[in-house]
């Protein structure tokens, strides 16, 4: 399980080194003890910047992880820059390894996801380079990103593969459709629902690994609930959701809608998590591990022209 702690509230940014990629510019940068990839388009004088925040798990800039490696951030940067908008990602706290600038990491909790994205937004909108700053959540990104536009203006937020329910209770779901034998799945969704419930479950079931001292840190993620904040958000918004995706319902790309009725919405019939067109099951699970393959180019064309538009509503 990913575990990670608070960021400075002063930023230090450190120049890192610089690369030059077709039409683009991609510049390594570190604010506080985030390292991140800033991409800006070329010949473009403060561009629209967003920045992209990766799903769950030990995730880096490229939105790569330990099991799964479909650079889902690192096409989007790349269509983006290609559109004339600027880019800002980063390593998730826990990415190659957990930093012991980070603190201990059963003392994590999932706000402090919430305040590196925050930092990171404060970055862009202070640093007087970009003409406006939206924020780029996929999937859990997505829960981190409505929050942080809680505590920070930005001016579009983007919401792709989205859960509308709290992760804990994502989580049960998932699990339920998976032919796991009942001697193993039940203990696993009480253990779920007790840890949702603030109680530390000793020993933890087999199905759930999870030890006693991290499990705090879990409860911190599987409560936080996406409906009311984005509620309360009066910005312009994306919601954008895909017919293959095996981890995130429809149900909960129109629960998001409903929430957010003023929001733009796309719904893509062959789009999976990762956000490529997939033919079937095998199809879907090989795109985890596939960063040669496009992103959907619908979902592209419809976040290039939100971000871009004078008027997204």
């Known amino acids: 399980m990913r575990v990670y702690a608070l960021i400075g509230a002063l930023a230090i940014i ?18 506080g003890n985030i390292d991140a990839v800033l991409t800006t388009p070329a010949n473009v004088e403060r561009p ?8 769950s798990g030990t995730t880096d800039h490229d939105g790569n992880g330990p099991q799964a490696r479909p650079g889902t951030l690192k096409k989007l940067a790349g269509q983006l820059a290609a559109r004339d908008i600027a880019t800002l990602r980063y390593d998730k706290r826990g990415a190659g390894g957990w930093k012991a600038e980070f603190g ?12 590196d994205a925050t930092a990171l937004l404060d970055y862009l909108r202070n640093s007087g380079k970009f003409a406006r700053v939206a924020v780029v959540g ?24 989205t859960a509308a329910r709290k992760q804990g209770d994502l989580l049960k779901a998932q699990l339920e459709r998976k032919q796991i034998p009942a001697e193993v799945l039940e203990p696993v969704l009480k253990a779920i629902d007790d840890i949702m419930a603030g109680q530390i479950v000793d020993p933890p079931p087999r199905g759930l690994p999870i ?3 991290m499990q705090p840190s879990l409860a911190s993620a599987f409560t936080e609930d996406p409906i009311d904040p984005l509620k309360l958000i009066d910005r312009p918004i994306l919601i954008v959701g895909g017919g293959r995706d095996r ?35 095998d199809d879907d699970l ?6 040669e393959r496009t992103l959907d180019t619908d979902m592209i064309d419809a976040v290039a022209t939100f971000i871009l538009g004078s008027n997204a509503r």
Not at 14 to 24: Q, S
Not at 48 to 55: D, Q, R, S
Request: glycine share 6%; hydrophobic share 55%; charged share 20%.
């Open 286 to 291: 090989a795109a985890y591990n596939q960063p």
């Open 48 to 55: 629209v910047v967003a920045l992209l925040i990766a799903g």
């Open 138 to 161: 996929h999937s859990e990104g997505g829960l981190v990103a409505i929050l942080a536009a809680r505590r920070v203006p930005v001016d579009r937020l983007v919401l792709l593969a």
């Open 211 to 213: 030890a006693p001292s």
């Open 247 to 281: 981890q995130v319902a429809r149900l909960d790309f129109v629960a998001l809608s409903t929430a957010a009725p003023l929001a733009k919405t796309l719904w893509l019939p062959d789009m999976n998590h990762v956000l490529v067109d997939v033919a079937d099951g």
């Open 14 to 31: 450190f120049l890192c080194g610089t690369t030059i990629i077709a039409r683009a510019e991609e510049t390594a940068i570190r604010v």
């Open 104 to 115: 201990k990491p059963e003392d994590f909790r999932f706000k402090d996801f919430v305040g």
